[in-house]
């Protein structure tokens, strides 16, 4: 009789949990079969030594997330074997570690990008530095003010392979606090009467470093107070004021100096032949004809002066030089000459006695 004694019956056994563990501060988790366990033997129909064996399969969907496939063997010591697999579950649940860029204070004309005001960096326990995203958002409704100021909240965000994020906070500060740049039309001389307003002498020019140009408002205010010379000569200090559209404001003086250097103007009468017996008075040899830019007719002094040694002629004949002079209140002074002729060209009248008869011999004076 052959009887035929055999063990093919696999060995019994419990397998340990499944265990999720999460990456340290460095990335590293403790896989190791003390931390997570074996399998627990249970029994084996014949064998009293088994034998325990297990091979790791890993799978990892970023740099701190991995799923260990551990499969565990118990053989026999007649080469029968039970498998089991433990799922070990590593996960990195560590956001990484964000730093904002310095708070900024600055002027409204400043680049606001993180290319003028900085950009934040991170830092994470799994993800190199260059796999981490860092996005950033603005609200710009938080810049209600003028020319665009107010307190900017800029959120910068950081996001590591795994998807773990963490966020911090910069704070802009927009303010517009300089005022226009004014530049004033030279300063210049004018004649009393000329035309001094903006559209004839210039205006003064603005540029804001914010502010548009056409959105400026610009105004002048003239402080006559230095006009104190004759016919109103002297000083105007033209003041031009700029405001941007935050209210600073920006000014600068232009002088205009106001003088009567122009002399009167006058024509003189014509030059005349008289006769010796007329009158020198202008009514009869003739009146100048007078204006001046500033100052009234009746104000302008006016005299004139017969240079008469010419007169050395029978019976006062000769020629007169009259010099007409004008003089305006600021002492402005015109001449002019007019040569008047006086001449005896009227023979004597003569009368004749009546014709009368005398006798010869007789007197004749």
């Given at each position: ?6 063990d093919?019956s696999?060995?019994?056994f ?7 563990l ?9 896989t ?16 009293n030594?088994l ?9 990892a ?31 990195d649940?560590q956001?990484?570690i964000?730093?904002?860029p310095?708070?900024?204070n ?12 900085g ?6 326990n ?5 796999m981490?995203a ?62 001094i ?58 002088t ?9 103007a ?6 005349v ?7 020198l ?16 007719f ?24 009259r ?43």
């Open positions: 009789q052959i009887i035929t004694v055999s093919t696999q060995p019994s419990t397998l340990p949990p499944d265990v999720i999460y990456a340290d501060a460095v990335c590293v988790a403790d190791s079969v003390l931390q997570n366990g074996s399998p627990i033997l249970s029994s084996d129909n014949c064998s030594i034998t325990t064996t297990y091979s790791d399969m890993l799978t969907t970023c740099p701190g997330n991995t799923t260990i496939q551990r499969r565990w063997s118990v053989i026999d010591e007649c080469g029968n074997v039970s498998t089991c697999t433990q799922e070990i579950t590593i996960q649940d956001a990484p964000i730093t904002c310095a708070n900024a600055v002027s409204c004309e400043v680049d606001l990008s993180p290319a003028s005001l950009t934040a960096t991170a830092d994470d799994c993800t190199p530095g260059q981490i860092i996005s950033y958002s603005d609200n710009l409704d938080q810049l209600p003010g003028c020319n665009g100021s107010g307190i900017l909240i800029r959120t910068w965000t950081a996001v590591d392979a795994c998807g773990n994020s963490s966020s911090c906070q910069q704070t802009i500060t927009v303010t517009d606090q300089d005022g226009p740049v004014v530049q004033c039309p030279a300063s210049l001389t004018f004649s009393c009467g000329s035309d307003s903006p559209e004839a002498i210039g205006f003064a020019v603005v540029s804001d470093n914010c502010t548009p140009t056409e959105n400026i408002i610009v105004a002048y205010e003239d402080d006559e107070g230095g006009l104190t010379g004759c016919n109103g000569t002297g000083n105007i200090l033209r003041t031009w004021t700029a405001y941007d559209a935050c209210g600073n404001v920006s000014t600068c003086v232009q205009i100096t106001i003088a009567d250097d122009t002399p009167p006058l024509q003189c009468p014509d030059n032949v008289i006769s010796c017996e007329s009158s008075d202008p009514s009869v040899t003739g009146n100048i004809v007078v204006s001046d830019n500033c100052t009234a009746e104000d302008l002094e006016i005299s004139y002066d017969d240079q008469s040694q010419g007169l050395a002629g029978c019976n006062g004949s000769g020629t007169i030089v010099t007409w002079t004008v003089i305006d209140i600021c002492g402005n002074v015109s001449t002019c000459t007019q040569e008047i002729t006086v001449v005896d060209d009227t023979p004597p009248m003569i009368n004749c006695a009546s014709a009368i008869t005398v006798n010869c011999g007789d007197a004749l004076d």
